[in-house]
């Protein structure tokens, strides 16, 4: 088959790197994807927002399947547009329509279709710049911390959690008046949840589903969860508490109820769709949905599928999922993000990357992968970085021992090897990825 991954991140990278395993596929393209896409696909550049850009290289490359990496080009209708297209209708596609993109496109959305379908989240209301007292007293009731939630997408930073109900208040007004620009003119404020996230990642044809592994990501910029929120730092896979007993409850109180409610809302779903959850004493809380994969969750994910990517994808774009069975590997996957310094806030770009960093797939031994997000060929020919996330390492493989913990260490040992061999200038790095979950394990 001739596949188009859209998108450019790490998530994108680590896609095509599963998909290019299937026996399935002929052909693998990625639009506009990055240096490392580039040696395992042909790339082909533009914007996957630019639908009719979509559509020529899905026309040109004679493409059979569009697999869909970052929300936006689905909260602006790509779905949508290729179903009333003649020469597109026929194409499979992996990722929701416009309506279906609600889940992440619309706080409010998802927090009231939750409601309506009794899926267990934080308690919440929504408010405008009309209901500015009703909000107020509504915090008043509320205890501390304060979680306020700009309504439409923020670019993952339109989530504000004051501990102070003064603060709380100020931060309200300053969103409604437009700190996320129009995704904030709604804001949702909620309960605060405590407990452990994780996030479950489900691939379903709006009818079955499949599971695929879960991840825990490392979301602050510091060691420890300290500093601001970033894209990501950080995955580790699988996480020790998601249990048989926890995976049945987030199946029977959140998945199956949230494709029966797309179905009674008449919502054909056919992608991914990502839970955020919150562990609250050994209950799943949904914190949030979103109509994608996580990054860099998925660097971490992919590499633990042992079943045919391609085939469960194909399979889901037919709605035909019910024949499908993944299968997941009992291996773990550390994932490490290195990023530019300053990052998340201003950084520079166009840093030189030294080391071995451009892995071929076929020199690929399975234990350490690279995926790239934020690089790029500079005019002379160099890889520079181009972006806040450069590269993600992700380390797993076999190793001997049965030991979950000394598993996590040989992982943690193999990926911050192959970090410190990559070099750029004002490289940044987490270096506590996975400690949490060993603590974890030793404590239970
Ligand atoms: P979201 O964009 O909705 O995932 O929110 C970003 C982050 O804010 C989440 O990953 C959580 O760490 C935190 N968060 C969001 N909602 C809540 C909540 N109700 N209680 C506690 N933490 C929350
Ligand atoms: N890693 C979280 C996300 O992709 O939204």
Redesign the pocket.
């Known amino acids: 088959m001739n596949v188009l991954v859209l998108g450019s991140g790490g998530r994108e990278h680590a896609i095509a790197w599963k998909i290019r395993q299937s026996p399935l596929c002929t052909n693998l393209f990625v639009m506009p994807g990055n240096p490392g896409c580039g040696q395992i696909s042909t790339l082909i550049s533009g914007s996957p927002k630019d639908f009719s850009a979509v559509k020529e290289a899905v026309v040109n490359n004679h493409i059979e399947i569009v697999v869909v990496g970052p929300e936006e080009p689905l909260v602006l209708g790509l779905r949508d547009y290729f179903e009333a297209d003649e020469e597109l209708k026929r194409v499979l596609f992996v990722g929701p329509g416009k309506e279906g993109a609600r889940l992440e496109g619309s ?1 409010e959305f998802a927090k009231e279709f939750m409601q309506k379908y009794s899926i267990p ?2 308690a ?1 209301k929504s408010f405008s710049s009309e209901t500015i007292a009703e909000a107020d007293r509504f915090l008043e009731s509320l205890k501390a ?1 304060y ?1 306020l ?1 700009a309504d439409g997408l923020a670019a ?1 930073k ?2 504000v ?1 004051p501990n102070e109900i003064e603060k709380a208040k100020e931060e309200l007004r300053s969103m409604l008046s437009g700190k996320f620009g129009s995704a904030s003119s709604r804001v949702v404020i ?6 452990i ?1 994780v996030s479950v990642f489900v691939l379903t044809d709006g009818k079955d589903y499949l599971v695929l592994p879960e991840a825990k990501d490392y ?1 602050r910029i510091g060691d420890g969860d300290t500093g601001l ?1 970033t894209g990501g730092m950080g995955a580790v896979s699988p996480v020790p508490f998601v249990t048989e007993e926890f995976m049945g409850k987030v199946r029977s109180r959140i998945i199956e109820p949230t494709l029966k409610g797309l179905q009674n809302e008449g919502i054909d779903y056919k992608g991914f769709i990502f839970l ?1 959850l ?1 562990n609250c004493g050994g209950d799943p ?1 949904v ?2 949905y ?1 109509v994608r994969m996580g990054d860099p969750e998925t660097e971490a994910v992919m590499t633990r599928i042992d079943s045919d990517f391609l085939s469960h994808l194909v399979a889901c774009a037919k709605g035909e999922l019910k024949n499908e069975t993944i299968e997941i590997s009992e291996e773990n996957a550390l994932t490490v993000v290195c990023v530019s310094g300053g990052y998340p806030e201003s950084y520079r770009k166009g840093m030189k990357i030294s080391g071995d960093i451009l892995i071929r797939e076929n020199t690929f031994s399975g234990k350490v992968m690279i995926f790239h997000s934020g690089t790029s060929i500079n005019g002379e020919g160099e890889l520079v970085t181009s972006g806040g996330r450069v590269f993600a390492v992700t380390a797993n493989g076999s190793y001997l021992s049965e030991s979950d913990i000394q598993k996590i260490e040989d992982g943690r040992q193999a990926a911050y090897d192959k970090v410190e061999k990559i070099s750029f200038e004002g490289k940044n790095f987490r270096k506590d990825i996975g400690l949490d979950i060993i603590r974890y394990i030793k404590e239970s």
């Open positions: 706080k989240t934080a919440f911390p979680v939630k993952g339109g989530v959690i909620e309960q605060f949840l405590k407990g996230e979301k929120n955020g919150m809380y914190i949030e979103n």
